[in-house]
Nanobody, 124 residues
Framework: QVQLVESGGGLVQAGGSLRLSCAAS????????MGWFRQAPGKEREFVAA???????YYAESVKGRFTISRDNAKNTVYLQMNSLKPEDTAVYYC??????????????????WGQGTQVTVSS
């Protein structure tokens, strides 16, 4: 089992920034891909960003240029730096991991383990 714990969510005004963290523990994968997804009330969970073990990154068009995903493999931790936040970024943000270093990263079903989520609220 792999445990993922997110932190760093909160309330911020439009235009502000937040940094989310996700720490993995337990039987962590050898070459994991880490992803961030989000889910707003009444909507499906959607892809935000992902980073492969090799460091290759992927972003949803809606966050490209504003969000940056990074990782510290030694700490089994992934980060999501969110700048220029908009009210439409309001959602619960989830961290996920899968045991493969491939380009297939954008679907919920690609991932094996999920965190509990952290709330991000952007006020206008």
């Amino acid at each position: 089992q792999v445990q993922l714990v997110e932190s760093g969510g909160g309330l911020v005004q439009a235009g502000g920034s937040l940094r989310l963290s996700c720490a993995a523990s337990g039987r962590t994968f050898s070459r994991p891909t880490m992803g961030w997804f989000r889910q707003a009330p009444g909507k499906e969970r959607e892809f935000v960003a992902a980073i492969r073990y090799s460091g290759i990154t992927y972003y949803a068009e809606s966050v490209k240029g504003r969000f940056t995903i990074s990782r510290d493999n030694a700490k089994n931790t992934v980060y999501l730096q969110m700048n220029s936040l908009k009210p439409e970024d309001t959602a619960v943000y989830y961290c996920a991991t899968k045991n493969s270093d491939t380009a297939v990263v954008r679907a919920v079903f690609n991932y094996d383990y999920w965190g509990q989520g952290t709330q991000v609220t952007v006020s206008s």
